[in-house]
Structures are given as C-alpha cells and as structure tokens.
C-alpha cells in the first residue's frame, strides 16, 4: 500500500499473494522511474512508484523471507534463508515481466546467506552473514566473485542488525551488546571490538563522524574525541 505523504490518504493498492515477507521494501531510481522492490516467499516483485503496477518479478528466494532487498549502480541484491537459503543479483536495465532465470539475473548462489540481516553494498563489495551467525562472506557486486573468505567474526554472533559501511569500514552489531569494525579490504582485520551492557537489533547508522546505536534500553551516539 503506498500513501499520499501529506494527506495520509491511499494512492494504490497491490494485493499479493504471500503466506509471510518480513522484509522492508526499498526505492530504486533506474533511467529515472521509481522502483519500489520487495522481498517476498514466492518472488522478489518491483512496483512502478506511481500507480503499483508490477514491472518485474523473480522466483527463487525462500520462504519467510527477513532480508530486505539492497541496490546500487543498477544492480538488486535479494536474499534469505529459511528452509533453503538462496541469494541472486538481478540487472535492473531491460527487467519487464518474469526475469526468473533470464539474463537479468547476473548471478546467484545457494549457500551462507543472510536470514535476518539483509546484505550490505559498499564501494562494488557485497558484504553477507550466514543465516544471523558470525560467518562473513563478501562477493563482487557484478560477478558474484568471491575473492577470498568466510570470515569468522570471531566474539561476535547472533547478529540481526543489518551490517553497515561508512569511512572505508565495515561496522556489525550483535544481540549481546558486541559492536565489531572490520577493514574494508580483501582480507579484513578487525580493527575495534566494544561491548555495552545493552542488546542491539536495530541496524546502526553513521552520520558524520558520529555512530548511532539503538539499543533494547538505552539510545547511544559515539564519537572520537
């Protein structure tokens, strides 16, 4: 359902046919049309942003799908992991009608991907965790390449925050309160690990030279001194 910001009022309405879809949707610009992307049990679905009308759909994911969908530079990435675990990238360039195993699916891969944390993009890298687990795996955004890894991320699991990239760094938090830096390099070294007395499920975010985490009791910002 898409509603009119300042009025509040309904501007359309698509009905689908899905049993569960945790994931949230997510707005692609391509050659200037507004996509709204959606993950769901039987197919990842695109609406035109203005009436809701379907310009593409893709089979393959899992049921009871968490992950919200991500893009960048005109490529989607959706994945889940529930009773099977299935990750595809699909070219939005030429995307119309069914796409399932078309040519718009650039690549796909069936093994270690995310379940609640959805996939993060940074600078051409897709970054992905196993199921919640603290299993890395990262992948070229237009090959689906995997130059190197998994990684275990060692102190750090039961992540359902979503990984995210900021100053060439790649930053996970965990159920536990744990909050993990990695590089962002083929290898990554860890480069800080901290714990707060605190549980964290909402994904973090970078403003500026400040992080903000939201945890179960306590709303937190740092910043370097």
């Keep these: 359902t898409a509603l009119d910001t300042e009025t509040g009022k309904e501007r359309w309405r698509a009905l689908r046919d899905e049993v569960t879809s945790w994931a949230s949707p997510t707005i692609a ?9 959606v993950s769901g049990t039987k197919r990842i679905r695109a609406y035109n942003l203005t009436d809701g009308e379907i310009l593409w759909e893709c089979g393959g ?17 959706a994945a889940s992991s529930y009773e099977k675990q299935a ?14 195993d078309s040519e718009n699916v650039l690549w796909d891969r069936l093994t270690r991907t995310p379940y609640v944390p959805s ?9 992905f965790l196993r199921h919640y687990q603290g299993i890395l795996s990262k992948v070229d955004l237009n090959t689906g390449e995997e130059p190197s890894g998994p990684f ?27 909050t993990l830096v990695l590089t962002h390099e083929d290898n990554p070294v860890v480069i800080s690990f901290n714990r707060l007395n605190d549980s964290f499920a909402a994904s973090p975010i970078a403003v500026n030279n400040q992080l903000i985490l939201r945890g179960h009791r306590y709303l937190y910002c740092i910043e370097e001194n």
Excluded: C, E, W
Aim: aromatic residues 8%.
């Design 87 to 100: 990750m595809f990238a699909i070219r939005l360039d030429g995307a119309k009608g069914n796409i399932t």
């Design 119 to 127: 996939p993060l993009l940074y600078n051409g890298t897709v970054y």
């Design 29 to 37: 610009v391509h050659k200037g049309q507004a996509q709204v992307i």
């Design 152 to 178: 275990r991320l060692g102190p750090i699991s039961n992540l359902y925050a979503s990984p995210i990239g900021a100053d060439n760094k790649i930053y996970f938090t965990d159920l536990r309160g744990s």
């Design 61 to 77: 994911l899992s049921a009871n799908v968490v992950a919200s969908p991500v893009h960048d530079n005109g490529i989607v990435v």
